[in-house]
């Protein structure tokens, strides 16, 4: 029995290193995401506005509302991929089949007289 909890201890203990290097990669994705869209409001519409507004004889207010709302659709789309990486990803599979053939194996051995 000892053994037993041994094995499932090291499976818990790899599949949670597992977990944790999925979360914190995700975690710093959402960073860079966080980062390149702010950066990118700053600098591309602070000088690519006024720039294109100049050139096209636009106003410069609906021109930088236009730059600055691409950016954030492109900030979405970054989040939306680390959202796709955390929903597809099953934490903790081969501790949970354990886990299931272990439940399976136990009724089996109280069927027994």
């Not at 106003?59 to 950016?71: C, I, K, N, R």
Request: charged share 15%; proline share 3%.
């Amino acid at each position: 029995m000892l053994r037993y909890l041994e094995a499932r201890g090291v499976l818990v203990t790899l599949e949670a290193q597992e977990a944790f290097q999925l979360i914190l990669s995700s975690v710093v994705w959402c960073a860079v995401a966080v980062v390149l869209a702010f950066t990118g409001w700053l600098l591309v519409v602070a000088s690519a506005v006024k720039l294109i507004a100049s050139l096209r004889g636009w106003p410069l207010a609906p021109t930088a509302l236009a730059a600055g709302g691409l950016h954030v659709l492109l900030a979405a789309g970054a989040f939306m991929v680390t959202m796709r990486r955390l929903t597809a990803a099953r934490l903790f599979a081969h501790t949970l089949n354990e886990f299931q053939k272990d439940r399976k194996w136990l009724a089996q051995q109280n069927e027994k007289p």
